[in-house]
Structure formats: structure tokens, C-alpha cells
């Protein structure tokens, strides 16, 4: 890689706590948990975010798609890169990559069970658009006549995580200048939600708890994150400042199980070793885990974050976003990823909503149990999937915010 420097230049979300990265600053600050108990799904607890914006773009998006271009409008305005239709310089060295896990399945189950009950088989022409992945991510380069790499990424819960660290790698081999990366979710249905419940994987009688001593699961959430990732030069040029500055990533996969993680959290380690490269761990003032709130996750990934951390774990925050904004699979590195900066920006550590005591048989975490505020300039990011990949993220408050 060339080593250039990458920044991110803005940033956008759709959420449980409302349409903008401004109402998730707020749950965040506040310690407000975005989860209730949803009618629809016999009251069991998610975070349902609201109904995207629906212009002439979005009109044919599935929800998820819809929720991704709106969150990336947002990073777009606010990256100061014009409205929509406004000629930028070089389009080919403008990307987009949008990552979810699911895609439109949900909406293809949905539609499908309307169809049977209704008895209309007819098939429409607009389900070529509906049905198709990364279609958000086509939708927004339409919209702005961007003509470099436009694709999609399916990891499960690491896709976002993956779409973030594939365009930083972009820019800084100087393979593309700007790329807007994130994902959105939509695991609200009906069916998609009947699978998790079997696994024995969803929080059902209590709150998610991540690292607690009584945790026994965690809980679904929908919505979109994304941030525009800028080569610093290229920005600095247009006068735009950064919001963050992204400064590793590292991807492994464990190879020991489809669906149950490592226990001594070895791909965690090795992510993480590789998102810092040769920095030592010292510079990383707090860490937003993956922490679902499942006992063999939770732990897995404790045991990883300590052989990197060592004694030094016990002083750095730990935090999970995961019982304020839910678990949104694909979308969450992004999601959080989004939430994170805002914090960092803001000075402080989100908390982890609902744990309370903290699990005696982990390595010794210092969980965030409450907002705590922060100089830190440096936040790691992780995110983990079935099919043992992990993800690391190494974001940095740019020295003048």
C-alpha cells in the first residue's frame, strides 16, 4: 500500500433512535436504549428503526436498500460533497460498497407470504430491482453519477465491518479516492426472527446483557450506517475536515466452527494484531466489542481481547452497543462504527446498557456500565459472524476536534 492516510469525511445512520446520525448521538449520550417490545412479533424485544425516506430514488428499493441510500445521503451531505446531480471530480475514482448480511431475503419472505395468502402468484417487474443485493449502494452512485466500484459484501455480521475495511484498503493503495462504505439490516421478519429464536440465540425473558454474569442472549435490531471514506489530500483539497481517521483493519477466520466461535478468542486476537500492525495496544483508549450477550461469544471474545491487551485490559473501557441499538447482523460494524465516532467526537464512552455485573469467570474487563467521559483519541472497533470471521477496526479522533 501507498500509505496514504484516510479519512472519514462524513457520516450517516438510520436507527432505532431515529432517521440521522444526530438522534443516535443523543440515545447514545443519554444511555437510551433503543429496543421495545414489538406487537408485531408477540412482544418480543428489537429495535425497529423508522421508514426511510421514500423519493424518486428509493421508491423500488426493499426497506434495507432504502434505509442504506438514506443513511448514505447523509454522509454524503455531510461530507460536503454537493446535492444530488452535481458533477464531482474524477467519478471513476468514486466507489461505493455497501455489505449486509440477509440482503432482501426478509422482504422476499415477506412478499412471498403476502402472495400465497392473497393468492396473487404475479410476479413484477420492479422485484428485479427489489430482490436484487447492493442495490442501495447502485441506487446512491446513480444519484450522484459515480463510476468507480459499486458492489456489495455478504459476511454475516462482519459484512459492514468487511465493506469499511475493503474501501480503506482502497484509498490508501490509492486505488480509489473517495468510497462511501457501511451496510444496512433488516432482520425484522417474521421467519428470519424464527431462526434465531431456535438457535437459542435471542435474549427472550430478559434484557441482553453483554458480559454479565446472567446473560443469555441478545436482541435483533434493524437500521443503516455509513461513513465516507476520503484520501485526506483529496479531501484536504476541498476543504472538507475530517470526522474521524481510519487507521487499521485486519480480517481472519478461526476455522474451528460454522457457528460456534473459538473459545480462547484467537481469530479476535489475530484481527485485532492485524488492524494494529506494528502500533502496540497502548495508544487504544476504549473498545466497542461485538459483545452480543451470548455466554460463549461474550467469552470468546474476552479471552481474545486480553492475550492482545494483556493486564492492560483492566483499565481500558469496554463497551457494547448492542442492547441500546440491537443487533443489526450485517449492518452492525457499521452501525456502530458510526456511533463510535460520534462518541469519540463528543468525548465519551457510550455504555453497556443493561449489564450490571460483570461475569467473574472473564478475563478482567472493565465494562462501560454507564457514559464515562473520554479524552481518548483512539477506539477499537470489532465485529464477529458465524463462520468464525472476525473484524477489526482502528479509528482515531482527528487531533484537532
Request: charge should be neutral.
Amino acid at each position: 500500500m501507498s500509505g496514504r492516510v484516510v479519512w472519514v469525511t462524513g457520516l450517516g445512520a438510520v436507527t432505532g433512535a431515529g432517521v440521522g446520525a444526530a438522534p443516535l448521538l443523543d440515545a447514545l449520550r443519554a444511555g437510551r436504549s433503543c429496543v421495545r417490545p414489538l406487537p408485531e412479533l408477540d412482544g418480543l424485544p428489537a429495535a425497529r428503526a423508522p421508514d426511510p425516506p421514500r423519493d424518486r430514488r428509493a421508491r423500488h428499493l426493499e426497506r434495507g436498500a432504502a434505509l442504506f441510500l438514506a443513511a448514505a445521503q447523509e454522509a454524503w451531505r455531510d461530507a460536503g460533497l454537493g446535492d444530488e446531480g452535481a458533477a464531482v471530480s474524477d467519478p471513476a475514482r468514486y466507489g461505493v460498497i455497501e455489505g449486509s448480511s440477509l440482503g432482501p431475503l426478509g422482504d422476499a419472505l415477506e412478499t412471498l407470504r403476502a402472495r400465497l395468502a392473497t393468492g396473487d402468484g404475479a410476479p413484477r417487474a420492479t422485484g428485479l430491482v427489489r430482490f436484487m443485493t447492493g442495490a442501495g449502494g447502485a441506487a446512491l452512485a446513480h444519484c450522484h453519477r459515480l463510476r468507480g466500484p459499486v458492489l456489495h459484501v455478504s459476511a454475516g455480521s462482519v459484512s459492514a465491518a468487511c465493506a469499511m475495511g475493503e474501501a480503506f484498503q482502497k484509498i490508501a493503495a490509492g486505488l480509489a479516492d473517495v468510497v462511501v462504505a457501511g451496510g444496512a439490516e433488516c432482520p425484522l421478519q417474521r421467519d428470519v426472527v424464527e431462526h434465531f429464536r431456535l438457535a437459542g440465540i435471542l435474549a427472550a425473558e430478559s434484557p441482553c446483557r453483554p458480559f454479565d454474569v446472567r446473560r443469555s442472549g441478545t436482541v435483533l435490531g434493524e437500521g443503516a450506517g455509513v461513513l465516507v471514506l476520503e484520501d485526506a489530500e483529496h479531501a484536504a483539497r476541498r476543504g472538507a475536515r475530517p470526522r474521524g481517521i481510519v487507521s487499521g483493519f485486519g480480517l481472519t477466520c478461526e476455522a474451528f466452527s460454522m457457528i460456534s466461535p473459538e473459545p480462547g478468542g484467537a481469530g479476535v486476537a489475530e484481527s485485532i494484531r492485524a488492524a494494529l500492525g506494528t502500533r502496540p495496544p497502548d495508544t487504544v483508549g476504549w473498545i466497542k466489542a461485538h459483545g452480543t450477550g451470548t455466554k460463549l461469544n461474550d467469552a470468546a471474545e474476552a479471552r481474545g481481547i486480553a492475550s492482545v491487551f494483556g493486564t492492560r485490559l483492566g483499565e481500558v473501557p469496554l463497551t457494547s452497543l448492542k442492547p441500546a441499538l440491537g443487533h443489526a447482523l450485517g449492518a452492525s460494524g457499521a452501525v456502530e462504527a458510526v456511533a463510535a465516532l460520534l462518541a469519540l467526537e463528543a468525548g465519551f464512552v457510550p455504555p453497556t446498557i443493561g449489564t450490571e455485573c460483570v461475569d467473574p469467570e472473564l478475563p478482567r474487563c472493565r465494562v462501560a456500565l454507564r457514559a464515562e467521559p473520554s479524552d481518548a483519541r483512539e477506539a477499537l472497533l470489532l465485529s464477529e459472524s458465524f463462520g468464525g470471521r472476525c473484524a477489526a477496526l482502528v479509528v482515531q479522533r482527528p487531533a484537532a476536534a
